[in-house]
């Protein structure tokens, strides 16, 4: 019989759908995978993979030894398949958002416990949902949404949806016209420790800069600059978590498709100055062209290498590229005929979607 601390960090290492078969094995399993700790233990020690939305499937894609495992996930909603456009990550659970302005449901989900929560919205069909964030001020987290108007000329319009309470309430936003412009808009967004996160550019100063809205204030405010400003307009710039509580931002030169990866020194919620490192220079001939891609670019970074996915460059069919040094492999994505696809980067986990969202 194995000592119970070995089991213990086994158990770790194990991926969470094979943990969640095994809470069925003994109340001390069961206790043990359920135990907070332990999740956040797990989390540090996953490796985060791709999960890769279609019309008709969800899947998951891992990378091993410069191959995919593209695995299909069950999800207790069949609507997650064909009515969302896009898909992202607050924190560790995923967050299907519409943004089509007549689509009034957004979801919080967690494939590998097989929760899949609603988020019913009460607005009218002029508002969209820009992010998902939480005010960080409280021992639990009280989720909310940012929204905002999308009829044009009149002067845009933000709201916060409570989600536990279904209320909608207006914020000012003094002298601004357009607090989330279209650049804003076209930019992934991160949510992150309750606040969202996007790249963002002060047409005054001709800078890109990384803008923040701030779920417990309530207001928008300007973070930090990209560490890298001399560069053409069109160059593809890319925001990404990076171990948990950091950023990295990755840009991809238009003229010569080199890309450079740089990571914050400290953990976002630090109160210290923003730093930034830069960590790698990819110069690989076969480089795919990032530029304008029509589903988006996720990635993250893992033992030194980029591991990217987006469309390819002239089948628009969606791949995996894995970078390290001035070598790039491209693998396409075989998971059936349909065109359209959503993605993104996330790190599987056991954390549960918070009470607030059960109804």
């Not at 808009?185 to 047409?203: A, D």
């Not at 925001?239 to 990866?261: D, P």
Request: net charge positive.
């Amino acid at each position: 019989m194995l000592p119970w601390e070995l089991e213990e960090e086994i158990l770790s290492r194990l991926p969470p759908k094979s943990l969640v078969r095994f809470r069925a094995v003994s109340k001390k399993w069961n206790s043990l995978i359920s135990d907070k700790s332990f999740i956040n233990k797990h989390l540090s020690l996953s490796r985060p993979q791709f999960i890769f939305l279609t019309r008709s499937k969800v899947y998951s894609i891992d990378i091993i030894n410069q191959s995919i495992d593209l695995r299909e996930l069950h999800s207790s909603c069949r609507d997650l398949y064909s009515e969302y456009e896009d898909i992202t990550t607050c924190d560790d659970l995923l967050f299907c958002k519409y943004q089509l302005c007549w689509k009034k449901d957004t979801a919080l989900w967690n494939p590998w416990l097989r929760h899949v929560h609603w988020i019913k919205l009460s607005v009218d069909r002029d508002f969209e949902v820009f992010g998902l964030g939480y005010d960080n001020s409280r021992p639990q987290k009280v989720h909310k949404i940012l929204l905002y108007s999308s009829y044009f000329p009149q002067p845009q319009k933000i709201a916060i949806y409570e989600c536990a309470s279904h209320a909608l309430r207006f914020i000012d936003t003094p002298g601004d016209n357009m607090p989330i412009s279209e650049i804003d808009k076209r930019s992934h967004v991160l949510s992150l420790y309750g606040n969202l996160y996007w790249i963002s550019y002060n047409y005054l100063s001709g800078e890109f800069f990384i803008r923040s809205f701030d779920f417990t204030r309530e207001i928008f405010r300007p973070f930090c600059l990209l560490p890298f400003q001399d560069s053409h307009s069109c160059d593809e710039r890319v925001l990404a978590v990076f171990k948990g509580g950091r950023l990295s931002f990755l840009k991809q030169c238009y003229l010569t498709r080199k890309i450079e990866i740089w990571v914050m020194k400290n953990e976002i919620y630090d109160k210290e100055e923003v730093v930034w490192i830069h960590l790698m220079t990819l110069t690989a001939t076969n480089l795919p062209k990032l530029f304008y891609k029509r589903y988006g670019v996720s990635y993250f970074i893992h033992d030194k290498t980029l591991f990217m996915c987006c469309g390819d460059d002239r089948s628009r069919q969606p791949c995996i590229y894995i970078v390290k040094g001035d070598m790039c492999n491209k693998i396409q994505i075989r998971y059936g005929k349909t065109s359209w696809f959503s993605h993104c980067a996330y790190v599987p986990n056991l954390n549960s979607v918070p009470l607030e969202f059960h109804i």
